[in-house]
């Protein structure tokens, strides 16, 4: 896997993926930014947030579970001292579907928790508490 994270001007960069995709990251105005794009540290988190949802609806749909929409709702808190890393985190998912079983939700939860979800596990090996919780929408 590869990235490549070029300087525009100011705080501003253009990150592109190894897939050929690209993204612009920026930092407030405060900071030398123009706000023209999510912060880096938003960036970590949104990716984290893609990783566990990604598994979560690959396990779902091995349990031929409906699912007609998944929402990750991520709440974070930083250190105040630099580096001001990631200290809690929480995922709250928001599961849509019909007719869906909460133990199969559970279990797609926990086993991207526990197994799957690279991201967030990289993150809990680096001390970051990270919980989670679901409710279950009924479409």
Known sequence: MKARVSWTDGRQFVAESGSG????????????????????????????????????????DKSRSNVTDCVAEIEAE??????????????????????????????AVELSAEKYCSASIMLVKGGVDITHSFEIVDA
């Open 21 to 60: 995709h690209s993204v612009v990251i920026d930092g407030p105005p405060e900071h030398g930014g123009r706000n023209t794009g999510p912060r880096p540290m938003e960036m970590l988190l949104m990716g984290m947030g893609g990783c566990t949802a990604f598994d979560i609806l690959n396990i779902l």
């Open 78 to 107: 930083r250190a105040d001292e630099v580096p001001s890393v990631f200290t809690r985190i929480h995922v709250h998912f928001v599961i849509t579907g019909r007719e869906l079983k909460e133990k199969h939700v559970q279990r």
